[in-house]
């Protein structure tokens, strides 16, 4: 039986734990409203902006009209992972990375043999991870979710979309969890460049293709303009959906964790009862036994 003074060490303990992730749990459930709000009214317009991209970029009579809508042979690979900068958020990093590489052994895994292969991580668990695992971080950065906006993401893109224009990667891909509810996270992976067309029905595609397009005030200027446009708004997607299930992810976690803590907290008080119990029943035997030997 343990010892009495250790079980209340530790219920006092489990006590301490147990107001720290219920406290925990309340932060991020009101933090995921916000950024819940947040991802659920961008969704339709970067969705509706992104449809409208594709079919522009599939109506192109040449693919080389726009540098973001050629293919190249993907020689060098830049993938972003859009991890937190904190823990205590469940599997929702590690599950990045794993995407990541999962997707590197699979379908480059020429390119990684070359030295080709580079990871630009946004956010610093997923960085930290990586770095772990002996990968070469080419760049980092954990500031932009301290003020989530699309101004501040803006430069972040238009540098990537730069540097894909002058040909230092040849295809950048984004890793992320996007938000479906608090308590699921769907990791996705997105060609953020070049430019792909929807995959879905062929009949669609097709009529796509084939559709009379009337540009104003001409394919040139509504090419120039939208198509920039649409990848800074699918790049802030992706952000808005990782913050907010990064938050719904700590909020489960730590729910988690308060329940752990009760059931423990049970158990531990069920302990402790009983060596008291036992520890009284000792003494009453103990008096018992003097007395007896007294009257002997």
Same mark, same amino acid.
């Given at each position: 039986?343990?010892?009495?003074?250790?079980?209340?060490?530790?219920?006092?303990?489990?006590?301490?734990?147990?107001?720290?992730?219920?406290?925990?749990?309340?932060?991020?459930?009101?933090?995921?409203?916000?950024?819940?709000?947040?991802?659920?009214?961008?969704?339709? +317009?970067?969705?509706?902006?992104?449809?409208?991209?594709?079919?522009?970029?599939?109506?192109?009579?040449?693919?080389? =009209?726009?540098?973001?809508?050629?293919?190249?042979?993907?020689?060098?690979?830049?993938?972003?992972?859009?991890?937190?900068?904190? &823990?205590?958020? &469940?599997?929702?990093?590690?599950?990045?990375?794993?995407?990541?590489?999962?997707?590197?052994?699979?379908?480059?895994?020429?390119?990684?043999?070359? &030295?080709?292969?580079?990871?630009?991580?946004?956010?610093?668990?997923?960085?930290?991870?990586?770095?772990?695992?002996?990968?070469?971080?080419?760049?980092?950065?954990?500031?932009?979710?301290?003020?989530?906006?699309? =101004?501040?993401?803006?430069?972040?893109?238009?540098?990537?979309?730069?540097? /894909?224009?002058?040909?230092? +990667?040849?295809?950048?891909?984004?890793? /992320?969890?996007?938000?479906?509810?608090?308590?699921?996270?769907?990791?996705?992976?997105?060609?953020?460049?070049?430019?792909?067309?929807?995959?879905?029905?062929?009949?669609?595609?097709?009529?796509?293709?084939?559709?009379? /397009?009337?540009?104003?005030?001409?394919?040139?200027?509504?090419?120039?303009?939208?198509?920039?446009?649409?990848?800074?708004?699918?790049?802030?997607?992706?952000?808005?959906?990782?913050?907010?299930?990064?938050?719904?992810?700590?909020?489960?976690?730590?729910?988690?964790?308060?329940?752990?803590?009760?059931?423990?907290?049970?158990?531990?008080?069920?302990?402790?009862?009983?060596?008291?119990?036992?520890?009284?029943?000792?003494?009453?035997?103990?008096?018992?036994?003097?007395?007896?030997?007294?009257?002997?």
């Amino acid at each position: 039986m343990a010892n009495l003074k250790e079980v209340r060490t530790r219920i006092t303990s489990v006590k301490s734990t147990m107001q720290i992730t219920s406290a925990m749990k309340m932060v991020a459930a009101a933090k995921l409203r916000k950024a819940q709000n947040a991802v659920t009214t961008m969704r339709p +317009y970067a969705a509706k902006l992104q449809e409208i991209m594709q079919d522009l970029s599939a109506s192109l009579e040449d693919s080389n =009209e726009n540098v973001f809508t050629t293919a190249r042979q993907p020689e060098k690979v830049l993938f972003i992972t859009i991890t937190s900068n904190r &823990g205590l958020c &469940g599997a929702f990093n590690v599950n990045v990375v794993k995407k990541a590489v999962r997707q590197i052994d699979e379908q480059f895994a020429s390119q990684q043999e070359k &030295g080709n292969i580079s990871f630009f991580c946004v956010g610093k668990k997923g960085a930290d991870i990586l770095k772990s695992r002996g990968y070469e971080i080419k760049e980092k950065e954990t500031a932009i979710f301290d003020k989530l906006n699309f =101004e501040n993401v803006v430069p972040l893109a238009e540098k990537l979309m730069q540097e /894909y224009a002058k040909g230092k +990667y040849d295809k950048i891909i984004l890793v /992320y969890n996007q938000f479906k509810n608090a308590a699921v996270q769907v990791l996705q992976t997105e060609q953020f460049l070049p430019i792909v067309e929807s995959a879905g029905d062929e009949t669609i595609q097709k009529e796509h293709k084939h559709a009379d /397009y009337i540009f104003e005030p001409g394919k040139k200027e509504i090419i120039t303009e939208l198509i920039p446009k649409s990848l800074k708004i699918q790049f802030y997607k992706a952000l808005l959906d990782s913050f907010a299930a990064e938050h719904g992810a700590r909020m489960t976690a730590m729910h988690q964790a308060t329940d752990n803590a009760t059931e423990l907290l049970k158990d531990l008080k069920l302990t402790y009862n009983k060596a008291r119990q036992a520890a009284i029943t000792n003494e009453i035997l103990e008096i018992v036994s003097g007395a007896e030997a007294l009257k002997g």
